[in-house]
């Protein structure tokens, strides 16, 4: 089970950090991604962490502003985002998978969401 946290509101320019806690697995055997889904799009990639944490890679359109981490000791997942613009304004999902990658349907488990919302 993935429960995602860390949302909310937050003004232009401000941080926040998410979170996603897994229970019943075992964390350090699935690479982890973040992905978001804004009102009327398409769910879209945001970053993912290999099973270690030594591999990570972020979408464009975060790059530079977003840094993902898990500690393994936790079972815990962040994603760290600085500098947010209004167009970051979607609910996030975390993922768990076997493998890395940038495509949603390759995740096995999914988070039930957290809604990070960005004023201007």
């Known amino acids: 089970q993935l429960q995602a946290s860390g949302g909310g509101l937050v003004q232009a320019g401000g941080s926040l950090r998410l979170s996603c806690s897994v229970s019943?697995?075992?964390?350090?055997?699935?690479?982890m991604g973040w992905f978001r889904q804004a009102p009327g799009k398409e769910r879209e990639f945001v970053s993912y962490i290999s099973r270690s944490g030594g591999m990570t890679y972020y979408a464009d359109s975060v790059k530079g502003r977003c840094t993902i981490s898990r500690d393994n000791a936790k079972n815990t997942v962040y994603l760290q985002m600085n500098s947010l613009k209004p167009e970051d304004t979607a609910v996030y999902y975390c993922?768990?998978?076997?493998?890395?990658?940038?495509?949603?349907?390759?995740?096995?488990?999914w988070g039930q969401g957290t809604q990070v919302t960005v004023s201007s």
């Open positions: 993922a768990g998978g076997s493998v890395v990658t940038t495509t949603d349907r390759r995740y096995d488990y």
């Open positions: 019943g697995r075992s964390f350090s055997s699935y690479a």
